[in-house]
């Protein structure tokens, strides 16, 4: 197995250094970030009660707008989840009358009861509020500009645009191409543009933020939490957009100048300055499960040397067997919880059972090295991070030798 991992790394050797690159890249917009606001190590105190004047919370803001190139953003470790960030932006920019409008096909499993496809009436999705919801389809998965016209109303607030193909089999769109939508969007009306940037952040060298989207939403325990995180969401985009989100973080009146640290400001800072680098190391070992994957018969998104603009790769699989044999096979090649044997259950937001493999340091944190797979046809194992090369490596070759005593023959 090794000798075909050297192999591997040879043949896609320009790949590697593509990534390289790209982290190189955006470690001199971090460390120049880091610079412009004299980050000090005063900052890295903790605040508590109201959390005024905290300075470490305060830059953290400021460094995210930097690397984002936007005018504004905050970063909070009390935003629970990706789609806690989410809700506070569609609910910071939506009011009652308001159309959301996702371009990008259905958003993420988890959103269905925010916007208010599911879940009980009265419990204060969009749908509730008087918002109403939209879709325009991928068309051969890029976005259908003509069909976003026609939809497109006076009350179309938000244009949402999901980078990243999450669940589904669809590709992953560049920050580029949603830089596209943006103008586009632009020259009809002046609906906001909001990109879930989920599994998008430091993958390539400029996020949506610099195309002009007017809101980023991400989660700390992906991408540009850098593994140090633990726990929390950003918002990154124009002033006028990320200011109605600060009051629906907190409060009208209040948006981003209260809010105490408890001390977790340095994660938040270390894990930006680690990012670049812990998301090169995870879109690696994506290349890496793409090639030995692939080489072993199956069908792999992306190809090996693919250009990627997330760190997801997946792999579809024959059977519910061997989905459970991957999965467990990343979970004992995991630095935590090697021991522990994964199963399917009923995940909370999510419309079929899930498994999911998860050895990580920080609960759930899809930027180590994970694999998770919804128990239904095509058999699509999603695998993501790690948040060293070596590691990854040696998670994937537990993936590839369970996932072979399930094969016939
Ligand atoms: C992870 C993710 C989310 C948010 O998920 P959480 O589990 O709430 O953090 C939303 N959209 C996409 C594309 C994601 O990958």
New binding site residues.
């Given amino acids: 197995m090794l000798e075909k991992i050297k192999l591997l790394e040879k043949k896609y050797s320009e790949q590697y250094k593509r990534i390289d690159e790209i982290a190189f890249e955006n470690q001199v917009k971090v460390m120049n970030a880091f610079r412009k606001h004299r980050v000090s190590d005063a900052m890295f105190t903790l605040s508590s009660g109201y959390g005024y004047g905290d300075l470490g919370r305060d830059v953290a803001d400021l460094l995210y707008a930097d690397v984002f190139e936007c005018e504004s953003a905050f970063v909070r470790h009390n935003i629970v ?4 960030a ?1 809700t506070i932006a569609l609910f910071g920019l939506l009011r009652p009358g308001d159309t959301m409008l996702s371009v990008g096909g259905k958003p ?1 499993d ?1 959103l269905d009861e925010v916007i208010g496809f599911s879940g009980q009436e009265g419990n204060g999705s969009l749908k509730d509020f008087g918002i109403s919801y939209d879709q325009v389809e991928l068309k051969e998965g890029k976005i259908d500009f003509e069909a976003v016209k026609e939809k497109m109303t006076p009350r179309t607030k938000v244009v949402y645009i ?1 980078r ?1 193909k ?1 669940y589904s089999t669809r590709r992953t769109l560049s920050s580029a191409e949603i830089g596209e939508l943006v103008k586009f969007v632009k020259s009809i009306g002046n609906a906001y543009v909001v990109v ?1 940037n ?2 998008g952040e430091f993958v390539e060298t400029h996020e949506p933020t610099y195309y002009g989207a007017d809101i980023c939403v991400g ?1 700390l ?2 991408n540009p939490g850098g593994g140090m995180a633990e726990s929390g969401g950003y918002i990154a985009g124009t002033k006028k957009a990320v200011e109605l989100c600060s009051y629906r973080l907190t409060s009208p009146g209040i948006g981003i100048e209260c809010g105490a640290s408890l001390g977790q400001s340095k994660n938040i800072i270390k894990g930006l300055f680690y990012a670049p680098h812990t998301t090169a190391q995870a879109l690696k070992t994506a290349v890496l499960a793409a090639g030995l994957f692939k080489d072993m018969g199956f069908k792999v998104n992306p190809m090996p040397d693919e250009q990627r603009f997330d760190i997801i790769q997946t792999v579809s699989l024959d059977s519910p067997e061997q989905i459970c044999a991957f999965c467990r096979g990343i979970q004992k090649g995991s630095p935590v919880d090697s021991h522990v044997t994964p199963e399917p259950w009923d995940m909370p937001g999510y419309s079929s059972q899930v498994i999911m493999a998860a050895g990580t340091f920080v609960q759930g944190a ?1 930027i180590e090295l994970s694999a998770d797979a919804p128990i239904r046809e095509p058999y699509t194992v999603y695998l993501q991070g790690g948040l060293t090369y070596e590691s990854g490596k040696i998670g994937l070759i537990e993936a590839a030798k369970s996932v072979k005593e399930k094969m016939p023959g």
């Fill in positions: 989840s990706g789609t806690h989410l993420y988890t999901q990243s999450g879930d989920c599994y989660s325990i992906k899809s």
